[in-house]
């Protein structure tokens, strides 16, 4: 009873986050019911008893993955609108509902053809935590270590990416040197455009 | 709860992700519907897990949530370079290589 009650308020709030965030024009609103619908998500993990895996969605999610929107964000004008115009809807529908039926029959035929069974067991009296780690740290450890190395390439590719010319500061300017500055950022601009 | 549930909430939120990637415009409204739609994967994964008796459905789960947190970084490494060049966020103006 209380889990079909938890079940239905949480998908009602969850869906209803991501519509917002889905059909919303201000990014700002985006992302905070973004970050309201992730950790909703994260009542279903708990609800599914799995404990681990609801707190990394808690952590990862709204931990890090909104701070790092909320402060790339501010190298935006969050606020201003972008033109959306759909060219050819129908077209763009009727492909992807098309891929989207091959490889959903594509990945479920094995698995009606032959009856599956569980290779990894879950062990009720070990507790969600140990038992993940036990499988995490014996069957996956190569996948572990690979996204261990997958997580620090991406950062260094972000700092990279994002960090170009934040050696120079302008509160260490003169106003002479900023506006020079300035000017010949504008002139290569226009060149590139 | 049954199986079915989570299932049919897991593909209502793909659902409305899809429909954010295939609607908007904006690329970082596009990051966000990609995170929509990893997290309702991620539910379904979860939900077999449960029903299935198996771990490997939690497993991949975290896998997925390790690819979004990578994918996050340098895709917004990306839009911010982006930004700073040509100063849109349009998903149309980076189509350069259009014919």
């Known amino acids: 009873m209380f889990e079909i009650i938890a079940f239905i308020i949480f998908s009602v709030l969850t869906i209803s986050m991501f519509s917002i965030t889905v059909l919303t024009n201000n990014a700002l609103y985006a992302l905070s019911s973004l970050a309201a619908g992730m950790i909703f998500i994260s009542a279903f993990f708990f609800l599914l008893n799995a404990d681990f895996l609801g707190a990394v969605q808690i952590v990862v999610y709204t931990g890090a993955v909104m701070a790092l929107y909320a402060f790339g964000m501010m190298f935006f004008d969050s606020l201003s609108e972008v033109k959306e115009k759909i060219k050819n809807p129908r077209l763009v529908f009727l492909l992807s509902g098309i891929i989207a039926l091959i490889v959903v029959i594509v990945l479920i035929a094995p698995v009606i053809g032959q009856n599956l069974e569980s290779d990894y067991p879950i062990h009720p009296e070990y507790g969600n935590t140990a038992d993940v780690g036990i499988i995490l740290f014996t069957k996956y450890l190569v996948a572990f270590e690979l996204a261990a190395i997958m997580l620090l390439v991406a950062m260094i590719g972000g700092i990279v990416l994002a960090g170009k010319k934040m050696n120079e500061s302008y509160s260490e300017m003169k106003e002479e040197e900023i506006d020079e500055k300035i000017r010949l950022e504008n002139a290569s601009q226009k060149e590139i455009k | ?99």
């Open chain 2, 1 to 99: 709860m049954t199986l079915n549930a989570y299932l049919i909430l897991s593909t209502i939120l793909f659902c409305i992700g899809l429909i954010g990637v295939m609607r908007r415009k904006n690329v970082l409204m596009l990051f966000f519907s990609t995170e929509i739609m990893l997290n309702a994967v991620n539910v379904g994964f979860a939900a077999i897990s449960k029903f299935h008796g198996d771990l490997t459905g939690q497993m991949f789960a975290f896998f997925i949530i390790a690819v979004a947190a990578s994918e996050v970084a340098v895709g917004l490494g990306l839009l911010i370079l982006w930004y700073k060049r040509t100063g849109s966020m349009n998903l149309d103006d980076i189509a350069r290589m259009k014919g």
